[in-house]
């Protein structure tokens, strides 16, 4: 078994764990925005409305080293 033979494995394998590791991946968006966790439409839209007057995507509360400093 030579060198050329070895890459030529070692290439295939590779390409097939990425592609294993991708649709893995696409999955696990697909599952977590079906359950609700993200909404990642929303969050898509950071990139077309990127104003500095547009509205926060997430209206959560401030950082908690915020919340300290404002309880001092």
């Known amino acids: 078994m030579g ?4 890459q030529g494995y070692a290439s ?9 590791m ?8 697909y599952r977590s925005e079906k359950k609700g966790k993200k909404d990642y439409e929303k969050l898509g839209k950071i990139a077309l409305d990127d104003e500095l ?5 997430n209206t ?3 950082l908690p080293t915020d919340n300290k400093e404002q309880n001092k």
């Open 3 to 6: 060198i050329r033979e070895l």
């Open 12 to 20: 295939f394998f590779m390409t097939i764990f990425l592609v294993v």
């Open 22 to 29: 991708l649709y893995g991946y696409i999955v696990y968006l």
């Open 53 to 57: 007057d547009s509205t926060p995507i």
């Open 60 to 62: 959560s509360d401030p």
